[in-house]
């Protein structure tokens, strides 16, 4: 299987090479790709949609179909990741373990014993041993709120600068996979529910559809958000700036959500129980 | 010859870099025996594609594709094409990323479920299971 596989890869490997000698030169500014529709996206965008950052602006307006797929898409990945992970009925466990923070000692609780509550002093903690880890549960906890305004600046400034929904989105998602995996998935999941991710996964798909039905109801193709002038009292180039941003928020939404829900579902196997 | 096939090597290194990617990708997805492994590889061969991709927007003497000072309201001077990269490869393939990690949680989503089934991920000893059912 091995010879075999290496011979598939090196006769893919040389036609793939034989294939580079009619490619253009790296940075040729002459290449196809940067003839066809592209110079018109660099001249005209700013005069047609008044944001800079030609990205954002093909991404969420001249192609924003695309782009309303590709977050149904990942909607629909973390749909599927629940669909074939989730276990919905609780199971007990055998046994639970927990630390008395004080003395760092750890409690190991049969089935059937009394529970000590959750409080200052006692927290659950994963059956595969983790050590108290102060540096980095200190460091993810200052980290996360700095970490979660830098994401929603990356959404709301992609007009102007490098960022956007998707950016944007995997950074705010990212931020609560941090502070599942440094402290544990109970109280990451106590804080941003099952629940929440799920609606606000398809929450973000609805903002991003809901506009462009909002457009076809004024009016106007749908995703077009020149129709949104009369409602958010600017001129038709200015609104597709905003209607770009509002887009952008929903992806931002959906993004997160899904990224977290995802992180939900497969570090514990669907249980919610006990992460990494 | 020697000469000639390699001539182009010094102003498409890109394009060789990213076929080297893929071909990596490839012969893990046949060759390797467990599954989180092919799933990499898989990984390996789309980051090849989103390479190729991006690295076709580039173009010599031009910067990234945002427009200076279009935030202050002067964006009304002359745009040329060859100032700014192509920022459609760059959209396309935006988007590319965040699926491709939203699919990589799919395959491993079911890489988790194979392991519950079978108590392994090494494709031999599935097969096997299977054989003798």
Request: charged fraction near 15%; proline fraction near 4%.
């Amino acid at each position: 299987m091995r010879i075999i596989g290496l011979l598939i890869v090196i006769a893919f490997g040389s036609l793939l090479r034989y294939g580079v000698f009619f490619f253009p030169e790296w940075g040729d500014p002459a290449s196809p790709p940067s003839l066809h529709v592209s110079p018109h996206y660099i001249e005209e965008a700013i005069a047609e949609t008044a944001v800079p950052n030609l990205v954002t602006a093909v991404l969420a307006d001249y192609r924003g179909y695309d782009t309303m797929f590709e977050t149904t898409v990942i909607f629909a990945a973390g749909l599927a990741c629940f669909m074939l992970l989730r276990v919905l009925q609780r199971q007990v466990p055998e046994c639970r373990l927990y630390r008395h923070i004080p003395t760092g000692i750890t409690l190991r609780i049969e089935k059937g014993g009394k529970l000590p509550t959750e409080s200052g002093s006692f927290e659950r903690i994963d059956s595969n041993w983790v050590p108290h880890d102060l540096i980095i549960k200190s460091t993810s906890r200052f980290i996360t709120p700095f970490l979660q305004i830098f994401a929603l600046y990356v959404i709301a400034h992609g007009h102007h600068s490098p960022g956007g929904g998707f950016q944007g989105g995997v950074i705010l998602g990212a931020a609560v996979i941090m502070y599942a995996i440094s402290y544990d998935l109970r109280r990451s999941i106590q804080r941003i529910g099952e629940q929440a991710t799920a609606v606000l996964g398809s929450a973000g798909v609805l903002i991003y559809a809901g506009t462009g039905a909002l457009c076809m109801v004024l009016g106007a193709a749908f995703l077009d958000y020149g129709a949104l002038a009369g409602l958010l009292g600017v001129d038709p180039v200015m609104a597709r700036s905003h209607g770009m941003l509002i887009v952008e928020i929903g992806v931002g939404i959906a993004v997160s959500a899904v990224m977290v829900w995802i992180y939900y579902n497969l570090s514990s196997a669907g249980r919610h129980d006990e992460g990494l | 010859m020697g000469v000639e096939l390699f001539s182009d090597i010094a102003s498409k290194y890109n394009y060789l870099g990213v076929v080297i990617l893929m071909m990596i990708g490839l012969y893990a997805m046949i060759a390797k025996n467990n599954l989180v492994k092919k799933i990499i590889g898989m990984n390996i061969f789309q980051t090849a594609i989103i390479l190729f991709y991006v690295s076709t927007a580039a173009k010599r003497g031009a910067t990234i594709p945002i427009i200076r000072h279009g935030h202050n309201g002067h964006g009304h001077e002359v745009i040329h094409a060859a100032e700014y990269i192509n920022p459609l490869p760059h959209v396309l393939m935006l988007t590319a990323i965040v699926v491709s990690v939203a699919t990589l949680g799919v395959a491993l989503a079911l890489a988790v479920k194979v392991y519950h089934q079978y108590g392994t991920l090494e494709e031999d000893e599935i097969r096997g299971q299977l054989r003798n059912k």
